[in-house]
């Protein structure tokens, strides 16, 4: 396969899961401020519209679970837009607890939010970038994912399985035009580490601050990182046309021990 030039992200339809706050809403405004038309998913109408008002150039609001195989085939019959680039970062923190605490449901639930969605978006939208010839998709992993977490089994499960899906994608459809990544945020500011640390807290008796304290003392920047930051790095891997099967961390040098 021929190298083309670099890939443009103005003018392209993106699709972003989880679009309502947080990373998803971060990785928007990103899209977006480089000219993407940007389709807001996820499952609450409100945020995706506030998500929208935020945003400096065209979008679209679809409200679908994405860990839901019909509402996966209703979102896509509803996009008539070409998708070329596909974020994934729907999720949740699931519980905070030992593993012979975690219930079934719960555990069952971390892996169709983190894992499923990303299966069951990825199923719907490759058919017509594989047509076409082009395509992007980013994963979001995490740190957590590579790296031992006290207490966060099913999340650092589910995020380690997401990089296993990337690679072996990545593997299948590179000879079709289409690339597949992951991009593994460490520490970000924001309500669900605040969360986190919370519940850390009350687990270890400790203040939420020295929890905060320890969970950044492993990084090399020894900071959170900021959601804008994860944004930028979606952005900056686009324009990589090299990139495929990668995992890139995005952690303050937040390493595995």
Not at 7 to 34: D, F, H, K, Y
Not at 176 to 188: Q, R
Not at 218 to 245: H, K, N, T
């Amino acid at each position: 396969m021929s190298v083309g030039p670099l890939p443009e992200i103005s003018g392209r339809v993106a699709l972003v899961t989880g679009a309502g706050n947080g990373l998803g809403r971060a990785i928007a405004l990103s899209l977006s401020a480089q000219g993407a038309h940007v389709i807001l998913a996820g499952r609450t109408e409100a945020s995706l519209k506030e998500t929208a008002s935020l945003l400096a150039g065209p979008s679209s609001v679809e409200v679908c679970d994405v860990s839901d195989p019909q509402a996966v085939d209703q979102l896509r019959a509803s996009v008539s837009l070409p998708v070329s680039i596909l974020i994934n970062n729907a999720g949740i923190a699931g519980p905070v607890a030992p593993i012979t605490d975690i219930l079934p449901e719960e555990w069952d639930e971390v892996f169709h939010v983190n894992v499923r969605s990303v299966y069951l978006m990825c199923r719907a939208f490759l058919p017509a970038m594989i047509e076409s010839g082009f395509g992007q998709i980013i994963n979001l992993a995490s740190v957590t994912g590579k790296r031992p977490l006290i207490r966060r089994t099913p999340y650092s499960a589910s995020k380690m399985a997401i990089i296993g899906l990337t690679r072996t994608l990545a593997l299948e459809v590179g000879p079709l035009g289409i690339s597949v990544n992951t991009l593994s945020p460490g520490p970000v500011r924001g309500p669900r580490m605040t969360r986190n640390f919370k519940l850390e807290a009350i687990a270890s008796g400790i203040t939420e601050a020295e929890a905060e304290a320890a969970f950044v003392s492993r990084s090399a920047d020894r900071r959170l990182v900021e959601e804008f930051e994860v944004g930028e790095a979606a952005v900056a891997m686009l324009r990589m046309p090299a990139l495929s099967g990668a995992d890139i961390d995005l952690s303050a040098g937040m390493i595995a021990p």
